[in-house]
């Protein structure tokens, strides 16, 4: 039984700085895809950013410099850093994980599991 769980989102004003955690159990997360996407209130959910099996990574530009994604091996643990958080940044952050390949076709890979969620809420 695979399960991701979220944590480290919250409230914080403009300019400020998050921490989201993803802890996978039943899941090796150094071998697959892993990602973030986020959703906002009437928005579609979108991929913001990705490692593979390489430690490569990806962003969307919205995000890029000031977001980092990196992963624990040993913890079996995905992060997002999120700095110079922006109003816009607020919405419903997922953890993301593939089943198959070790790369990541796109932001926006087939997802076979997904975290419960956390929110992240920016105040200007």
């Known amino acids: 039984q695979v399960q991701l769980v979220e944590s480290g989102g919250g409230s914080v004003q403009a300019g400020g700085s998050l921490r989201l955690s993803c802890v996978a159990s039943g899941y090796a997360s150094s071998r697959y895809c892993m990602g973030w996407f986020r959703q906002a209130p009437g928005e579609e959910r979108e991929g913001i950013a990705t490692i593979d099996r390489y430690g490569t990574t990806n962003y969307r530009d919205s995000v890029k410099g000031r977001f980092t994604i990196s992963q624990d091996n040993a913890k079996n643990t995905l992060y997002l850093q999120m700095n110079s958080l922006k109003p816009e940044d607020t919405a419903m952050y997922y953890c993301?994980?593939?089943?198959?390949?070790?790369?990541?076709?796109?932001?926006?890979?087939?997802?076979?599991?997904w975290g419960q969620g956390t929110q992240v809420t920016v105040s200007s």
């Open positions: 993301a994980a593939a089943r198959y390949g070790g790369t990541c076709s796109s932001l926006n890979f087939y997802v076979n599991y």
